[in-house]
């Protein structure tokens, strides 16, 4: 019994002496984060999740871009329109292709006119700045049309 209270003391001991910090640091912040008044909250792409003893399916786990991808087929809507832009004919200054796109860029591929007359090239569209390919000489401009997306949140 001795024993254990001289520990006990020991530790109270080095307690005193040891300088506390004053200010407790957090690696990381579990407070909510604030409402702001920019308008509306965007929508939440997270899915219930599965339930105990049960398996998932894709759209109960999925999140993010592959939920909005899924829940766009739920309702028959093509979230990512994969169709091929007009390559009938090659884009000049005057009338080049446009490329419709809710960003303010967009990363395109030029493979020729007619189809498949080159190998991919890849571009970065830029709004007002139009783009010719280097093979081909084709033109492409961005035609940027107001949607469900906001312009560029994070420059």
Known sequence: MFKSAVRIAAVAARSTIRPKPTVAFRALSTTPRVASAHGPAPPQ????????GEVPS????????????LLGEM?????FDPSPLDSSRIGTKANPIMVPSYDV????????????????????????????CV?????????VSE???????FE
Do not use: F
Request: glycine share 14%; hydrophobic share 30%.
């Open 147 to 153: 949607g469900p997306l906001p312009e560029r949140q």
């Open 75 to 79: 309702e028959g809507i093509d979230v």
């Open 58 to 69: 894709d759209i109960d786990q999925a999140t993010g871009l592959e939920r909005l991808q």
């Open 45 to 52: 792409l997270y899915g219930a999740g599965g339930k105990a």
């Open 135 to 143: 093979e081909c000489g084709s033109v492409y401009a961005l035609d």
């Open 105 to 132: 860029e967009r990363l395109i591929g030029c493979t020729g006119s007619p189809a498949d007359s080159h190998d991919v090239h890849w571009y970065n569209l830029e709004k007002d700045k139009n783009i010719r």
